[in-house]
């Protein structure tokens, strides 16, 4: 007898029994996974990142803004750079601003990509990273750490969006 596939998953009741998710649990403990996986991929970039703009990366030494920048970045300890880079709203320092945009687009990815994966529609997701690949192209030409943490993250979806492929779809 096959592995079960589809949305139903069964979950140990406590009791040695088991008891099936209704499908908006089951829709409910998905989307949930999702957050989860999103918040930790999150933390993962984030780390590489603090690491990046502790040693002045995305910082031009001509521009008298970047270096007062460096410098106030230099002056925090690890842990505060990376917590103001994880949260990701500041009024006061610019480089740690980017709204939580490539977090909530990395969770619709985690959501779309084992349905997409199911289908066999792998030119959609390679579309779609070259979408995001083009525009940015010309400052990852000078912040090569910034194009490795975008490919980090994009592999690191797809290999949990396969998980999940294997695990719910």
């Known amino acids: ?46 780390v590489f990142k603090t690491f990046s703009l502790r040693d002045g990366e995305p910082f031009d030494s001509k521009k008298y803004k970047d270096r007062d920048s460096y410098n106030a970045v230099k002056a925090m300890s690890w842990c505060k750079t990376f917590r103001g880079s994880y949260v990701g709203f500041s009024k006061e320092h610019w480089f740690f601003r980017d709204y939580w945009l490539g977090g909530l687009i990395g969770l619709a990815e985690l959501i779309i990509y084992p349905f997409l994966l199911s289908k066999g529609k792998w030119q959609i997701i390679g579309g779609w990273i070259a979408i995001k690949t083009v525009p940015q192209w010309s400052v990852w030409i000078r912040s090569r750490s910034t194009f490795n943490r975008f490919l980090l993250a994009n592999i690191i979806v797809l290999a949990v969006s396969y998980v999940w492929l294997r695990h719910y779809v």
């Open 1 to 46: 007898m096959g592995r079960r596939r589809g949305w139903r998953r069964k979950r140990s009741s406590g009791c040695g029994g088991t008891e099936e998710l209704s499908n908006l649990g089951s829709w409910i403990w998905y989307l949930a996974q999702c957050v989860i996986a999103a918040l930790v991929i999150r933390a993962i970039i984030n």
